[in-house]
């Protein structure tokens, strides 16, 4: 059974830090912070410019025996907060590497799905690394975003951990049979072989929809 799930966590702006402390309050070990826009349903708004507000996103990953607490903790948190403040997504996290190495018990069994997304978050400067090193192995492009981390700075340094706020969030999507050299290219980077240096999950892929002219 897997054991990890990716929350991801919508709220408005300059909203993110009060979530993030509720979440480590309640056993969260850090997240990643992304800006955003949320488009209205409401078309008539949108026309006239009116239907897109600015947001965070906040992506959380942990394991299933703390998800429950860290949802509990930010749906307190957001009580006293207006109707429709924000919205909270749980999605599967197929395998997890970290800290340049897979930890017992996280590298999952692949799957029948012909396409996987490795999404890796590494201090700010490295996602190209990470880029070159994929292609190497396999990949083809990918797409970064600019992020910041949330863990606490106290607690990073109390378990010896130096972490960066500044983020990038690399995605890369390749063919299942591909999945493992291209984490394996990405773990043995210099760059991520020190603790708190990067993270890795992959999620499958069920369907890749192409737009524009064919």
Do not use: W
């Amino acid at each position: 059974m897997n054991n990890f799930v990716l929350l991801m966590i919508e709220v408005p702006h300059n909203k993110s830090d009060m979530i993030s402390q509720a979440a480590n309050e309640a056993g969260c070990e850090g997240g990643t912070v992304l800006i955003g826009r949320k488009i209205s349903s409401n078309k008539v708004a949108v026309a006239f410019g009116l239907g897109s507000t600015t947001i965070e996103i906040i992506y959380i990953l942990t394991n299933q025996g703390k998800k429950d607490g860290i949802i509990s903790a930010i749906k307190e948190k957001a009580l006293k907060e207006k109707f429709n403040f924000g919205m909270i997504y749980e999605l599967k996290a197929d395998g997890l590497m970290k800290t340049g190495k897979y930890l017992e018990g996280e590298k999952t069994m692949a799957n029948k799905n012909p396409q996987e997304m490795i999404t890796v978050i590494l201090n700010r400067g490295y996602a190209d690394d990470a880029m070159q090193a994929a292609r190497k192995a396999g990949a083809g492009g990918g797409t970064v975003v600019n992020a910041r981390g949330t863990a606490n700075e106290n607690d990073a340094k109390f378990f010896g951990v130096h972490i960066v706020p500044e983020k990038e969030m690399l995605m890369i999507v390749v063919d299942s049979d591909k999945k493992d050299a291209v984490l394996e290219a990405i773990r043995t980077l210099p760059c991520l072989s020190e603790p708190g240096s990067g993270i890795a999950f992959t999620s499958a892929v069920n369907d890749v929809t192409l737009l524009g002219k064919n």
